[in-house]
Every structure is written in C-alpha cells, then in structure tokens.
C-alpha cells in the first residue's frame, strides 16, 4: 500500500468516525481522497517545475491544455502514484525544455499542425477507458463529444496565434505541449491497453 493509499485510507475513516460519511462508504473515498491526492501532487509538480525554470505560465497553460483531454478523453494511467508522478513531471520538463531550446525555431504552422493532429487522435481513439475505471454506453458517448468539442475548441485557439505578435508565440507553445503530452499520452494507452 503506498503512502498515498493508506494516508487516503485513513483520512476516509476518520471521516467515517465522525459520522461525515457513512462506514461502508469509506473504501469509495478512501480512492477518491486517493485520486485528489495524487492529482493535487502531480499539478503542484508541474507548477513548481515551470517557476524552477523561470517559465510560471508554461505550467499553467500546459494543463490547462492537458487537463480537460485527459479527463474526458483518456490516456495512459500508470500502475502507481508514484510512476504517474514521475511520468507527467519528467514529460513536462522534456517538452518544456524542448519548448526553450526550439523557441527559434517554432512557427505558428507547427503549434497548429500538433492541435489538428491531436484533434485527428482524439476524434479516432476517444475515449480510452480503463478495467479500473470502466465507462458505461452513456458516460462514453459524453466523453467522447466532450473530448470532441475541447479538441476543436483547441484547434481555434491555436490558430490564432496567427493573428497576435510573436512575444505570444511562446504562450501558444505551452498550450501545445499540453496537447502534444495528452496526444502521447492518449497512443501509449491504446499501445499499452490501460
């Protein structure tokens, strides 16, 4: 049991304790607490990296990119708390520094091409559901138009930064690197199967 699970665990119980929840419904939000837990780490990773590298937008607007796809889309879930950590910091520093390194480089054309294929990904594969988090026929026809509807709204603002100086250009680049960790994401769970 990881640290996570049993503090999860415990906090669920000592709601149960004082009559907040009902005793039979501790294992439900001892692995929701888990989930909040585990997220609210992950997010603070990712923040805490961009203000590292002197970058505090980069966090936000990658998750404000990656966040809503994952969520109603779909992607890869790593087997523990800790993998999952690792995996969405290491990945957020790689394209972060990707990001940094290329900015010379980056045109608004490449920002677009990664948000309409991303949009391609999402229409074909969404949503990836998990044996640990099935979906009913509704819940997926939901996430599917939700993921649907986010992507294209994406591709719309993405394709502004056409339009808007280049000192914006980096801002655009953030958010696609919020796309193109969730489009990673997305093809390593139909490769993987979880």
Known sequence: ????????????????????????????????LELIISTVISVAAVLILSAVFSRPL??????????????????????????????????????????????????PLYLLIISVVNLIAVFILSPIGTPKKPMTDEKRRQNRKRSIIISIIFVLITASCFLLS??????????AMGQFAFLISLLVAVRLKR
């Open 1 to 32: 049991m990881t640290l996570i699970s049993k503090k999860s665990r415990q906090l669920s119980e000592a709601m149960a304790k004082q009559g907040i929840i009902k005793p039979e419904d501790t294992a439900v939000y001892a692995y929701g």
């Open 58 to 107: 980069a966090g936000v607007l990658y998750l404000v990119a990656f966040i809503p796809l994952r969520s109603t889309a779909g992607g890869y879930h790593a087997t523990r708390h800790l993998y999952c950590l690792i995996t969405f910091s290491v990945s957020f520093m790689v394209l972060l520094l990707g990001a940094i390194y290329l900015s010379p480089y980056i045109k």
């Open 166 to 175: 280049p000192w914006f250009l980096s801002l655009f680049t953030y958010f």
